[in-house]
């Protein structure tokens, strides 16, 4: 319920806030039009059944105009922007990650790349909880068995051994660690966020272990992605408990971090920054400011792209004999 009030907060009651003429005008044009096609049934077919249904019903008449009008002036939770002159595509989306079948999705995860739920200690709240849940229900060794896979393949022994785990998993590899997991063609990239206590809490979670993560997460995709679409939450926020940091600051560095990477090489033709609608709700910064970003960091792309174009650009040098000052 507080998800649907916070949907219909920012698509209609914002909107309308913001662009009450236009929807005012789109109201006349509704009215316009059904007038019109008043006056055409009575000059064609000498009939007035949409005029006297208008004077019988007027209320309700009225009450649907409102309601389309609504409808089509209320905005979409996702905005998009092109990163400079670039064909890659950068988007905002409210909703649930875990629902999308078209593009590949980071989930966060620890650096032990632990999927017990033993204890709470993945959380069934957490997008690995309930990616976990939805996919593999309660034996978690196939996924156990992918994720070790996939990092003896690409992380072989970059790791150190901890000797107080006996229950979880001893070997834990660097922050900015992923391990790829595929089901039915899609791609899950568990992107190692945080270190865990042996039982579970979050440790170390930072800013600066947040820019960690995300520049091992485009290194890796830079190299072993599949040029799909990337869908990524705001990592750090939930469950793992960011010490010195906003959901705001982490939306602006994963847009500069994927934007910084892409200056130098092919990560992804799309990524999108995936909201859940509660914590954005809680968070202290609007729909619309992080719209506006998106929109600066994208056009500042295309500027600094400009500008490193200039700074290369070779001129002729100057002779030493135009230097020459006669005395």
Same mark, same amino acid.
């Given at each position: 319920?507080?998800?649907?009030?916070?949907?219909?907060?920012?698509?209609?009651?914002?909107?309308?806030?913001?662009? /009450?003429?236009?929807?005012?005008?789109?109201?006349?044009?509704?009215?316009?039009?059904?007038?019109?096609?008043?006056?055409?049934?009575?000059?064609?077919?000498?009939?007035?059944?949409?005029?006297?249904?208008?004077?019988?019903?007027?209320?309700?008449?009225?009450?649907?105009?409102?309601?389309?009008?609504?409808?089509?002036?209320?905005?979409?939770?996702?905005?998009?922007?092109?990163?400079?002159?670039?064909?890659?595509?950068?988007?905002?989306?409210?909703?649930?990650?875990?629902?999308?079948?078209?593009?590949?999705?980071?989930?966060?995860?620890?650096?032990?790349?632990?999927?017990?739920?033993?204890?709470?200690?993945? #959380?069934?709240?957490?997008?690995?909880?309930?990616?976990?849940?939805?996919?593999?229900?309660?034996?978690?060794?196939?996924?156990?068995?992918?994720?070790?896979?996939?990092?003896?393949?690409?992380? /072989? #022994?970059?790791?150190?051994?901890?000797?107080?785990?006996?229950?979880?998993?001893?070997?834990?590899?660097?922050?900015?660690?992923?391990?790829? *997991?595929?089901?039915?063609?899609?791609?899950?990239?568990?992107?190692?966020?945080?270190?865990?206590?042996?039982?579970?809490? /979050?440790?170390?979670?930072?800013?600066?272990? *947040?820019?960690?993560?995300?520049?091992?997460?485009?290194?890796?995709?830079?190299?072993?992605?599949?040029?799909?679409?990337?869908?990524? /939450?705001?990592?750090?926020?939930?469950?793992?408990?960011?010490?010195?940091?906003?959901?705001?600051?982490?939306?602006?560095?994963?847009?500069?971090?994927?934007?910084?990477?892409?200056?130098?090489?092919? *990560?992804?033709?799309?990524?999108?920054?995936?909201?859940?609608?509660?914590?954005?709700?809680?968070?202290?910064?609007?729909?619309?400011?992080?719209?506006?970003?998106?929109?600066?960091?994208?056009?500042?792309?295309?500027?600094?792209?400009?500008?490193?174009?200039?700074?290369?650009?070779?001129?002729?040098?100057? #002779?030493?004999?135009?230097?020459?000052?006669?005395?």
């Amino acid at each position: 319920m507080k998800n649907l009030a916070f949907k219909i907060n920012n698509s209609i009651i914002i909107p309308l806030k913001r662009k /009450p003429i236009d929807f005012l005008s789109k109201m006349f044009a509704i009215l316009g039009g059904y007038y019109s096609l008043c006056e055409i049934e009575q000059a064609l077919f000498d009939s007035t059944i949409l005029m006297i249904f208008f004077r019988n019903h007027l209320k309700s008449f009225l009450l649907v105009v409102v309601l389309i009008a609504i409808l089509l002036h209320k905005e979409p939770l996702s905005h998009s922007a092109y990163l400079g002159s670039k064909d890659t595509l950068l988007s905002f989306c409210i909703g649930d990650i875990l629902t999308l079948k078209d593009s590949a999705v980071v989930i966060p995860t620890n650096t032990t790349f632990d999927t017990t739920m033993s204890g709470d200690f993945i #959380s069934i709240k957490s997008i690995q909880g309930q990616f976990q849940r939805k996919h593999y229900g309660t034996d978690f060794s196939e996924l156990d068995a992918a994720i070790k896979r996939s990092l003896d393949e690409y992380f /072989p #022994s970059q790791y150190e051994k901890l000797s107080d785990r006996k229950k979880t998993n001893c070997n834990r590899y660097d922050i900015g660690t992923v391990a790829k *997991v595929t089901i039915k063609g899609q791609h899950f990239y568990f992107l190692a966020v945080a270190d865990v206590s042996k039982t579970g809490k /979050p440790q170390n979670v930072t800013m600066e272990n *947040v820019t960690k993560a995300l520049v091992g997460l485009w290194d890796f995709l830079a190299r072993e992605g599949h040029t799909e679409p990337i869908a990524i /939450p705001v990592i750090g926020t939930g469950r793992a408990g960011l010490k010195d940091g906003t959901l705001e600051d982490v939306v602006h560095e994963t847009l500069f971090s994927f934007a910084s990477k892409s200056q130098d090489e092919f *990560v992804s033709k799309k990524m999108t920054i995936y909201l859940y609608p509660a914590a954005l709700s809680e968070a202290n910064v609007t729909w619309e400011n992080l719209c506006n970003y998106m929109d600066w960091q994208c056009a500042f792309f295309g500027e600094n792209q400009k500008h490193i174009t200039a700074s290369k650009t070779e001129g002729n040098p100057i #002779s030493n004999k135009e230097n020459v000052i006669t005395q």
